[in-house]
């Protein structure tokens, strides 16, 4: 099993430059979560779907942030235009809905900078 | 909204000693409590959870307690090695709903530093 799968594991843009980071789920898992992770606010929940289909987005900070997913397997998280103060660990999670104990797998994260 | 408060924020142990880490919630309708270690450059790993209908649960050196009447659960490590140096995590499920998919509340984390 490889685990959830994030790329790229480090991004450096400058500011007003549009980034996209990408995460795959674990195969059969129907639920991904996207955090943003800082030392001033920890691991924040941003976004996160059901089945594909998004269930709650009320951590997403500003309209310049979206995320889709188009099919079970992908989904992105979009910044456009980036900011500094976006800088973070972004990290995507997946669970599986037979799973007994609702365990969320994370991946290795995307460490954005934007200068 | 809902919260989950984390104490301490760093605990220093020597090698061979327990450490204990608490947490609150403030969501009373809560019914699952995972932990996570995250070590260095890594994303959370869970290493250890409690249901609300359990009091307490053990795995090797590990402990987790959960008291539903005063909504707090605490980590509890014992016989202590390096290598359990990490931020831990703890949180809590947003309760009301028994999808698989329902959002975690995590604590701010704490860095646990095991000497030898």
């Known amino acids: 099993d490889a685990g959830v799968i994030q790329s790229p594991r480090h991004e450096v843009t400058e500011m007003g430059q549009e980034v996209t980071l990408r995460c795959k789920p674990i195969?059969?898992?129907?639920?991904l979560f996207w955090y943003r992770q800082t030392m001033m606010r920890g691991l924040e929940l941003l976004i996160y779907f059901n089945n594909n289909v998004p269930i709650d987005d009320s951590g997403m900070p500003e309209d310049r942030f979206s995320a889709k997913m188009p099919n079970a397997s992908f989904s992105t998280l979009k910044i456009q235009p980036s900011e500094p103060r976006d800088s973070a660990v972004y990290f995507c999670?997946?669970?599986?809905?037979?799973?007994?104990?609702?365990?969320?797998?994370f991946g290795p994260g995307t460490r954005l900078t934007v200068t | 909204g809902e919260n989950v408060e984390q104490h301490p924020s760093t605990l220093s142990v020597q090698e061979g000693d327990s450490a204990v880490i608490k947490c609150t919630y403030s969501d009373s309708a809560s019914n699952y409590f995972p932990w996570y270690k995250q070590e260095l450059g890594k994303g959370p790993q869970l290493i250890i959870d409690?249901?609300?209908?359990?009091g307490e649960k053990k795995d090797q050196r590990i402990a987790v307690t959960l008291n539903k009447t005063a909504k707090h659960f605490s980590l509890h490590i014992t016989e202590t090695q390096p290598e359990d140096s990490a931020v831990y995590f703890c949180a809590a499920r947003l309760g009301g709903s028994n999808q698989a998919g329902t959002a975690l509340i995590f604590g701010k984390g704490t860095t646990l530093s095991v000497s030898s």
């Open positions: 999670a997946s669970s599986h809905p037979g799973s007994p104990h609702y365990e969320q797998y």
């Open positions: 409690i249901r609300s209908n359990v």
């Open positions: 195969s059969g898992h129907n639920s």
